[in-house]
C-alpha cells in the first residue's frame, strides 16, 4: 500500500516541455507501452496492425520516449516497438528486466544475474537492436545481492548492449546506495495526486540531476472506484478554469510538481493520446498545484492507495 498522505509542493518554475534524459531531450509525457499487450500487460493485441498503427501516430503525435518492459506480453510491447520504432526516428526507447510472469495475473521478482542477462539479450532480439537505448531494474529482487544485480547491468552496459541504466520502486536506501556505486541514468516510479509517495524519492533525484519518471501519472488503478471518482471530481474543478479535463489535469499536478519529471500515460485511444499531450501547454500554479494536493489527501482521507488492488480484482 502507498500512503496518500503528504502532498508534493510544486515550485513556480518556468514551464517546460521536455527534459534531458538517457542522452535525449525528450517531451515530459512519455508514452507508457502496456496498452500495447491485449490486457494491461497479457497476451498478443487482438488487432495487431492497428496496434502498430497506434505506436506510429503516437509518434507523430510528439511522444518520443516510449516505456516498455519485458514483463509486458511477456515480450509482446517489445516486439511490436521492434517492429515500428526503427533506431533512426530518434525515439527514447526504454525497457525493463528483472519481474517473472508466470500467467495472465503472475507477477514475481527475479534479479539473478543469470536471468537479467537472458532477459536482455532476449530484449535485444525483440526490439531488433544492438543497444537497449534505456534499461531498468524493474524491481530489486530482495533474495539477490543488490550489487549482483546492477553489478550484472552494468558489465551488460559495458559490453555495449545497453546504452542507460535505470532502476524503478527503489526504497531511499537502494537508491543511495547504487548512488554510492554507480548512480542510475534515470529512476522510475509510482507517482500521482492520489499517491505522492515517491516524493522524497524524486526530490533526492532531482538534487542528484536524476531525471525521475512517474508510472500511474494518471492515478492508475490504485483506488476503488468511488474513491477513484472523488479524485477525478476535484481534478475537473481544479483544471476548469485552466481549460483541462481532469485527464489533463492529473498529468499536469505532475508536470507541475516535478520539475525534472516526466509523466507516462498509456492508452490505445488516439484521442485520449492527443487530449493528453495538451497537459504540457498548461503550466499550474504552484498554489493551485499544492490546493489540488491538499483537497485529494483530504477527500482520501487515509486511504492507502494499492498498486495490486485492481489486479486482485481481475482474478
Ligand atoms: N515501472 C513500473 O513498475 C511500472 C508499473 C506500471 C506501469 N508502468 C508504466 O506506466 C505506463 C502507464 O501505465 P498504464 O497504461 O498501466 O496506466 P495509465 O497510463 O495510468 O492509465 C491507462 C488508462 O488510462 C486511460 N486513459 C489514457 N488517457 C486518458 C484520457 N485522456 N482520458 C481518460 N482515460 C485515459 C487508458 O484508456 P484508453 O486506452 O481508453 O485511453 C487506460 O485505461 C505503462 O505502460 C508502463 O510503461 C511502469
Given at each position: 500500500m502507498v500512503a496518500t498522505s503528504a502532498p508534493a509542493v510544486a515550485t513556480d518554475a518556468p514551464p517546460q516541455r521536455r527534459i534531458a534524459l538517457a542522452g535525449r531531450t525528450v517531451s515530459r509525457l512519455g508514452f507508457g507501452?502496456?496498452?500495447?499487450?491485449?490486457?494491461?500487460?497479457?497476451?498478443?493485441?487482438?488487432d495487431p496492425v492497428q496496434t502498430r498503427r497506434l505506436l506510429r501516430l503516437a509518434i507523430d503525435e510528439g511522444y518520443d520516449y516510449i516505456d516498455s518492459a519485458d514483463a509486458l506480453g511477456p515480450g509482446v510491447s517489445d516486439e511490436i516497438i521492434g517492429d515500428?520504432?526503427?533506431?533512426?526516428?530518434g525515439v527514447v526507447v526504454a525497457s525493463k528486466v528483472g519481474m517473472l510472469r508466470t500467467g495472465p495475473h503472475g507477477w514475481g521478482v527475479l534479479g539473478r544475474p543469470d536471468y537479467l542477462r537472458q532477459q536482455v539479450y532476449a530484449t535485444l532480439v525483440r526490439l531488433r537492436r544492438?543497444?537497449?537505448?534505456l534499461l531498468y531494474l524493474h524491481r530489486i529482487d530482495p533474495d539477490v545481492p543488490l550489487d549482483d544485480q546492477w553489478g550484472t547491468l552494468r558489465e551488460l552496459r559495458d559490453e555495449g548492449l545497453i546504452g542507460h541504466l535505470g532502476v524503478c520502486e527503489p526504497t531511499i536506501e537502494q537508491f543511495e546506495h547504487l548512488v554510492d556505486v554507480e548512480a542510475p541514468a534515470v529512476v522510475q516510479s509510482l507517482y500521482n495526486?492520489?499517491?505522492?509517495?515517491?516524493a522524497a524519492i524524486a526530490d533526492r533525484a532531482d538534487a542528484l540531476g536524476v531525471p525521475f519518471v512517474a508510472y500511474?501519472?494518471?492515478?492508475?488503478?490504485?483506488?476503488?472506484a468511488p474513491h477513484h471518482e472523488k479524485v477525478f471530481a476535484i481534478l475537473q474543478a481544479a483544471g476548469a478554469p485552466f481549460g483541462l479535463t481532469a485527464a489533463q489535469t492529473a498529468l499536469a499536478w505532475v508536470l507541475a510538481t516535478r520539475a525534472n519529471g516526466l509523466a507516462l500515460v498509456g492508452s490505445r485511444s488516439l484521442r485520449h493520446l492527443a487530449e493528453n499531450r495538451?497537459?504540457?501547454d498548461v503550466r499550474l500554479p504552484a498554489d493551485v498545484a499544492e490546493r489540488i494536493g491538499f483537497d485529494v489527501a483530504a477527500a482520501l482521507d487515509g486511504v492507502a492507495f494499492d498498486p495490486r488492488r485492481s489486479a486482485e480484482e481481475e482474478r
Amino acid at each position: 500500500m502507498v500512503a496518500t498522505s503528504a502532498p508534493a509542493v510544486a515550485t513556480d518554475a518556468p514551464p517546460q516541455r521536455r527534459i534531458a534524459l538517457a542522452g535525449r531531450t525528450v517531451s515530459r509525457l512519455g508514452f507508457g507501452a502496456a496498452r500495447l499487450t491485449a490486457g494491461d500487460g497479457w497476451g498478443r493485441p487482438s488487432d495487431p496492425v492497428q496496434t502498430r498503427r497506434l505506436l506510429r501516430l503516437a509518434i507523430d503525435e510528439g511522444y518520443d520516449y516510449i516505456d516498455s518492459a519485458d514483463a509486458l506480453g511477456p515480450g509482446v510491447s517489445d516486439e511490436i516497438i521492434g517492429d515500428v520504432v526503427h533506431p533512426a526516428l530518434g525515439v527514447v526507447v526504454a525497457s525493463k528486466v528483472g519481474m517473472l510472469r508466470t500467467g495472465p495475473h503472475g507477477w514475481g521478482v527475479l534479479g539473478r544475474p543469470d536471468y537479467l542477462r537472458q532477459q536482455v539479450y532476449a530484449t535485444l532480439v525483440r526490439l531488433r537492436r544492438e543497444q537497449i537505448p534505456l534499461l531498468y531494474l524493474h524491481r530489486i529482487d530482495p533474495d539477490v545481492p543488490l550489487d549482483d544485480q546492477w553489478g550484472t547491468l552494468r558489465e551488460l552496459r559495458d559490453e555495449g548492449l545497453i546504452g542507460h541504466l535505470g532502476v524503478c520502486e527503489p526504497t531511499i536506501e537502494q537508491f543511495e546506495h547504487l548512488v554510492d556505486v554507480e548512480a542510475p541514468a534515470v529512476v522510475q516510479s509510482l507517482y500521482n495526486v492520489a499517491a505522492p509517495g515517491s516524493a522524497a524519492i524524486a526530490d533526492r533525484a532531482d538534487a542528484l540531476g536524476v531525471p525521475f519518471v512517474a508510472y500511474w501519472a494518471l492515478i492508475g488503478r490504485g483506488l476503488a472506484a468511488p474513491h477513484h471518482e472523488k479524485v477525478f471530481a476535484i481534478l475537473q474543478a481544479a483544471g476548469a478554469p485552466f481549460g483541462l479535463t481532469a485527464a489533463q489535469t492529473a498529468l499536469a499536478w505532475v508536470l507541475a510538481t516535478r520539475a525534472n519529471g516526466l509523466a507516462l500515460v498509456g492508452s490505445r485511444s488516439l484521442r485520449h493520446l492527443a487530449e493528453n499531450r495538451a497537459a504540457l501547454d498548461v503550466r499550474l500554479p504552484a498554489d493551485v498545484a499544492e490546493r489540488i494536493g491538499f483537497d485529494v489527501a483530504a477527500a482520501l482521507d487515509g486511504v492507502a492507495f494499492d498498486p495490486r488492488r485492481s489486479a486482485e480484482e481481475e482474478r
